[in-house]
């Protein structure tokens, strides 16, 4: 082990310290693939609720206690030395620190009498300051952190679409196994749901990232800095005489395919939430913020939702209809997208307010000015291995295709009311009836913007694909095949075919149908309670996305063989503990393995090792090829 920690040590020194790496790499030819190695990754707020909790529980203490109870292996600012302020001065010295995470009674007067003094804030500042305000980052090369109360986990950089579906189901093992020991710790269980609302008109999101030539990133958000006059200098000078010249059309055509990507990718979703309301959604369960008020619904008994998707028949269920009871007309609409509610314009560096459905941020991680991390924000939560490989794939092969030059011939694709286009197609649920209105005039439905996009991309590409490639494009074409003819093929497919199918069998089940849920009660065998069928099947649709596989309705339904998968639980099992070998992700996770003790810094793109200083991480470097090839040399 000694041995394995000192070699890892050198190889780092090396990468970063001395010239044969620049040799290295032109060996084996891997500086700069352009688009022939796309990096990727995504990002996943859970949602988190503490069942019974009073209103006065601080609503990110929950959350940092996931963090607190990780049982895997991971490196954190304050794993060893605790918090850093700016100024670098390490005020928690690691004695100390490992006595606080060891648990409260194991502080001594002096420890009490110094945290009294430094930490005089409130729990949830306190928190943030002892985990660290990077969070958690894993041995897999992803990060585990808290954002705006929520867990999230950011997955480690990936280059194809397969191997971001075992990192996203990665993440959801872990966040879930945090969460079964911060629920025994707590003495109350914590549920953690990996969708998009809480039903009451507030969105937490699943973004997406994409390594992307800052030539293309600045023609897609151009448009929305045009008010800015250096920049409109800037493009003058720098782009109108250039290759970009006339690629004004891009950001149209890739608000067009955000658009209507959602036929495939949508995770599904009962309600409208265009506006903050009430609902009885979560019934007596705080849900998101631990102070939100929500209207109880009848007795919350898990095992009653169990039953409603396996049992094939009624299953002692007793439905009763009230006429007479008022029901707003979108209080139990089904819609396609959980995120199409939440956009309000075209352009925005807003994440969290006013969203756009391009998101302008550029925040690279990276020190290369030849390349822009694209920050995708309008996709929905996934639980289907199908939706997670054909969001991520698909856009993949957009973005390479708007790269290459013969993309601006479908700029006529353009929407001519982007937002509207964004939530009309959401309640289509046949992906084609939805007449949408194009800049120039002409009208498109969902189905044909995507069908003319795979042209397109088949065109450009050809027989030009690695395997993962090839296979996005046949499960593409297979989609939407599947949603022209025959859209029953994807119920064990696609997210929001599999709810409709569960939904629209348990009205079947009930006597009932979208238009009466809202008036019917029901009363279940097991809790004998009068309730609102359309209550019940908001709550059916959250619990859908328990990441509890004893009790979430996707495991449930996987579990079955009711869900079509595209990878293998061992696949998954091994991307819990070890990282990408073809991305930076790598020497991350062997640094956070091996070089604890050594490491006084690392984030996604800086390596900070005690007495060697701090260096940037190339997105395209540090790799397991790199590293087998020094290892070559040294033997």
Known sequence: MFLRLVL???????IFFSSPLTEIKNDLNIRRFKLAKMIMGSETEYAILVKGASDARPDNSAAYLLLKKCPYPFFSRSHLYGWRRRDGDFQIEAERMARLLAGPEHLTAEDKEWFQEHFDLPLSQRSEALIGALGLLLENGSRFYVDMSHPEFSTAEVTNARDLILYEKAGEIIVEASRRKASAELGQEIKIYKNNSDGK?????????????????????????????????????????????????LAGIFAAFLITRQIFCGAGKIGVEREKSESCYLREQKFRHFTGRSERCGEYVESDIVDSVTSKTSNGVETEETPATPVDKDAYRFQISQRADFFTRLYSTETTRERGIINTRDRSYLNDFDFSRLHVIIGDSNMAEWSIFLKTGVTALILDWLSSGFAERLGHLAFKEPVKALREISFDLTCKKAVIKLANGTTVSALDVQKELLKAVKEYRGNNLTSVEADVIEKWSYALDALERDPSLLDDKLDWRIKKRIFERYLVKCGANWDNCGRKTIKTKKSGVAENLGCWLKQLDIEYHNINPDTGVYHVLQNQGAIKRIVSDEEISNAVGNPPTDTRAYIRGMAARHLKELITDMHWHILEIHGLGRVQLDPFDCTKGIVDVLLKKFK
């Open 8 to 14: 890892t040590f050198l190889i780092i020194y090396v």
């Open 201 to 249: 008109g507030s969105s937490y999101a699943c973004h997406e990232n994409y390594l992307v030539p800052a030539s293309l990133f600045r023609e897609i958000t151009r448009e929305s800095m045009m008010s800015s006059e250096w920049y409109r200098q800037y493009y003058e000078r720098n782009c109108r005489n250039g290759a970009s010249s006339n690629r004004g059309s």
